[in-house]
């Protein structure tokens, strides 16, 4: 992986991110999605110097008028991504980025396609590839929890939830994935899961010449655990056993998804699961997705989920989570110098205080090697902190 992935923010103040790997450079982006008059989605190039920032932060703003707008804010200056009018903007349900290996910033949004309160389409498109329906299917439905990461070889991979047999699947999901070369040209729809869990966001990670995809399974007995696949370009799919049947039965969607993070050899999935009865975050590493897996519990009791996962370039790892605390709710951080369950954390700290309800978002980390970032949404916007080892 060589470049930190893009994190985008929204105006109902909710945040979604890729967890990457890459060689830390200098240069800072700043990405934020706020609501704006705009016509139609459309693409708006960026210049050179942008494309090669590096360390991603986020901002939310208050709307401010009519339809919407994806907004990037690089050293160079501010530029809108997107504009449109029929967007959908919701805490849990956020847009995606990546920058391919050429250097381009990719980023999807969620735009309306009808009259029903999730029935919505994604939207993608690159600096050098026009807007376009992510997905094959122009039916109305929910569409969304996109997941994106770069391919080393040029282009990229990405995974959503689908709902074009919602009606008839008593709310289940669908997981789609497809690559996407570097002109903007869709490979075929690859069909992951027929029932999954309908609101628990998807992660990706690339490996070699293919990916893994992590994503909440659902089955008729309302287990709803992690489920982990291997995708080629060729559309082989490849379940892998790692470990991650929890036995957890609940009816209705948690909205919490795992998170995959890789040094380019060595796998990381971060998971939320309350199989057993208790709330409770875990680490599973492996020096290869076909095992063996490691794993340790990071937090209990009182946990959030909420998760996002980032690897340095030197192979170290930073987790990060929500918990209840105090009455409140806190942003926990746990990092490793290297990507190992078996060793404890170096550090477990708390980075931020915020509410254990909605309003909190989600929270995302970047792992530079020299230095960890934290964008946790607050009040009017995004707060960033930068944290040394």
Not at 137 to 163: K, Q, R, T
Not at 312 to 328: D, I, K, T
């Amino acid at each position: 992986m060589r470049a930190a992935a893009l994190a985008l923010a929204t105006a109902a103040a909710s945040t979604l991110s890729t967890a990457s790997c890459g060689e830390a450079r200098d240069g800072s982006l700043e990405v934020e999605a706020r609501e704006r008059a705009g016509a139609a989605p459309t693409w708006v190039s960026l210049p050179r110097a942008a494309t090669r920032a590096r360390e991603p932060e986020l901002v939310v703003l208050a709307p401010d008028g009519g339809g919407h707008a994806l907004r990037l804010h690089a050293s160079t200056g501010v530029r809108d991504l997107a504009r449109g009018e029929r967007w959908f903007v919701n805490w849990a349900d956020v847009p995606a980025a990546a920058r391919d290996a050429e250097g381009a910033t990719w980023a999807t949004w969620l735009e309306r396609t009808g009259d029903g309160a999730y029935d919505y389409a994604i939207w993608i498109a690159g600096e050098h590839a026009a807007p376009r329906r992510l997905h094959d299917d122009v039916g109305l439905g929910e569409h969304g929890f996109v997941s994106l990461a770069p391919m080393d070889e040029g282009g990229l991979v990405a995974a959503w939830l689908d709902g074009r047999d919602h009606a008839k699947s008593n709310g289940a999901m669908r997981v789609q994935a497809r690559f996407i070369d570097s002109d903007g040209r869709f490979g075929a729809e690859i069909l992951l899961d027929e029932r999954a869990c309908d609101c628990c966001p998807t992660s990706l990670t690339a490996r070699g010449d293919g990916a893994l995809v992590a994503w909440r399974d659902r089955d008729v007995d309302e287990r709803r655990d992690i489920a982990l696949a291997h995708i080629a370009r060729d559309g082989t799919t490849r379940r892998i056993e790692a470990g991650l049947d929890d036995g957890w039965r609940i009816h209705g969607c948690p909205v919490n998804g795992a998170v995959l993070a890789s040094d380019g050899t060595r796998v990381a999935l971060v998971r939320y699961t309350e199989g057993g009865g208790e709330a409770r975050v875990v680490l599973s590493t492996a020096e290869d997705p076909r095992g063996p897996w490691r794993w340790r519990v990071l937090a209990r009791g009182g946990v959030l989920g909420r998760l996002d996962a980032s690897c340095g370039p030197g192979g170290s790892l930073s987790v990060l989570w929500l918990e209840r605390v105090e009455g409140a709710a806190a942003w926990m951080l746990a990092r490793w110098d290297s990507l190992d369950a078996d060793a404890p954390p170096v550090v477990v700290r708390e980075v931020a205080r915020t509410t254990a309800d909605r309003s909190s978002g989600r929270a995302r980390v970047v792992d530079l090697g020299s230095h960890v970032r934290v964008a946790t949404p607050v009040p009017g916007g995004v707060q960033v902190v930068r944290w040394r080892p």
